[in-house]
């Protein structure tokens, strides 16, 4: 399984669709590994923000999230938290294609790190606007009530008027 995890560190110019397959297909020995790549992230970011041909941890996260690993969920959380335009730097075009839908898949319905996430100024607004698609997806899916999303978002607008 090493040697899977470290085919897919670099960006190398090839999708690397048959070791990601592998990966998908051994999933209980790789979730550790993937795992490991997140806490480097978020205890490393200028490593991953000085490197960009690193892409190890665009595979971990959306991996995790296929197998919806609810460990990934703190972790990312604090990732995105980074002030400024930290989180960006480090998931670039990952940020809006795909981070909401990260979120759902592993929050388990969780919203209260979302809403922090939401409603933290000094997050990255692209961020913040993920934290509320999240809870549209959640609500499209049936895993929050849609008058609570509404209720909230409600909420949201009522604080933002002068």
Do not use: W
Not at 81 to 97: K, N, Q, R
Request: net charge negative.
């Amino acid at each position: 399984m090493k040697h899977l995890i470290e085919s897919i560190e670099y960006n190398n110019g090839k999708f690397p669709r048959n070791e990601l397959q592998q990966i998908i297909e051994r999933k209980d020995e790789a979730i550790p590994y993937l795992i490991q790549i997140v806490e480097e992230v978020r205890a490393n970011p200028a490593t991953f923000i000085e490197d960009q041909n690193l892409i190890n941890h665009i595979y971990a996260v959306y991996l995790l999230a296929q197998f919806r690993v609810k460990e990934l969920y703190p972790l990312l959380i604090d990732i995105l938290s980074l002030p400024d335009e930290i989180p960006d730097e480090i998931f670039g075009d990952t940020i809006t294609e795909g981070m909401a839908r990260i979120l759902a898949s592993v929050c388990e319905g969780e919203i209260l790190p979302i809403q922090r996430l939401i409603e933290n100024t000094q997050v990255d607004e692209y961020v913040r606007g993920q934290g509320l698609l999240c809870l549209v997806i959640l609500a499209l899916n049936e895993q929050l009530e849609r008058g609570e999303v509404m209720s909230y978002f409600q909420q949201l607008r009522m604080a933002a008027k002068p």
